[in-house]
């Protein structure tokens, strides 16, 4: 009896400090309670990087950012949130992504405002659209860069020019940049082409752009002088006040119409006019 009496008090005392042992002390509880907070705390905060995603950039934005010339920027700006230009850029950027061949390339599409700031701008030559044909295209209507032959109308062109102008010396290449750097804007009507398909983006909306620029021109200088060389950039005559500025009408220098480009003077014109605005004129040279 003594001896069962004795065993339930040692199994007793015995429970007392297992159980103290397994619990924990005040101060562990509130680590565990911590950690497990944080942890939780942590799930809910995880980023998992499978689901981040950079901002899709637009694709008015991936093809705006090529013109970086400030002035042009501020001017035609308000035209980038137009219907007409956001399906320019959409078509732009599914060609791109459907492999075809562009020109020109894309860093040069605006080559032309970036090369003469709209307060510069004193002469526009305007053309159609870019040449077709691979490397000749580097946004600057009718020029090629240095390195490229000269296409039929830019020769012709030079021909008109020593004809016009004393001391000019027909070039060994076709790139036109001093002009532009000049204040001549070289400015095509359409501004993409695909390659190998004259006029291919004739119809995609340039036209409204380009035709802004020209708007933008007339409103907001003074003194411009409109070179329009063809039926098709005489149409855009009617966008000119010839009260401010002056228009000088002649045929195109194509292989097709050159004879009557020929002995237009076009360029010593030019000049006279500039003259007339108390604007220095154009050196028209090369070399």
């Avoid at 950690?35 to 705006?64: G, H, Y």
């Avoid at 002649?250 to 009557?260: M, Y």
Wanted: proline fraction near 6%; include cysteine; glycine fraction near 6%.
């Amino acid at each position: 009896m003594f001896v069962e009496a004795s065993n339930k008090k040692q199994r007793k005392i015995y429970s007392y400090f297992k159980t103290a042992e397994q619990q924990p002390k005040n101060g562990s509880i509130e680590v565990a309670k911590s950690e497990q907070d944080a942890s939780t705390t942590n799930e809910k905060t995880k980023v998992v990087p499978a689901l981040m995603t950079q901002p899709k950039i637009s694709a008015v934005s991936n093809l705006t950012r090529y013109l970086t010339e400030k002035s042009w920027r501020i001017e035609i700006s308000a035209e980038f949130s137009k219907p007409y230009f956001r399906e320019i850029s959409n078509f732009l950027e599914k060609e791109y992504q459907d492999g075809k061949t562009i020109y020109p390339p894309k860093n040069l599409i605006f080559n032309a405002f970036n090369l003469a700031p709209m307060p510069q701008v004193k002469v526009v030559i305007l053309g159609q659209d870019p040449y077709h044909g691979a490397g000749q295209a580097h946004g600057l209507s009718f020029s090629v860069p240095v390195g490229i032959e000269p296409p039929p109308s830019l020769k012709n062109i030079y021909t008109e020019l020593t004809n016009d102008i004393p001391g000019f010396e027909r070039p060994s290449h076709g790139c036109l940049t001093s002009w532009a750097q000049q204040g001549v804007l070289l400015l095509n009507a359409t501004l993409t082409v695909q390659a190998h398909l004259a006029n291919s983006h004739a119809n995609i909306g340039w036209q409204n752009f380009t035709d802004a620029v020209i708007h933008a021109l007339n409103d907001s200088c003074y003194g411009v002088v409109f070179l329009l060389w063809g039926a098709f950039a005489h149409k855009k005559e009617k966008l000119v006040n010839r009260k401010k500025h002056v228009v000088i009408k002649t045929a195109h220098p194509s292989p097709l119409s050159a004879t009557k480009f020929f002995g237009c003077r076009c360029f010593s014109r030019t000049n006279e006019a500039l003259v007339r605005f108390g604007k220095e004129p154009i050196d028209w040279r090369l070399n």
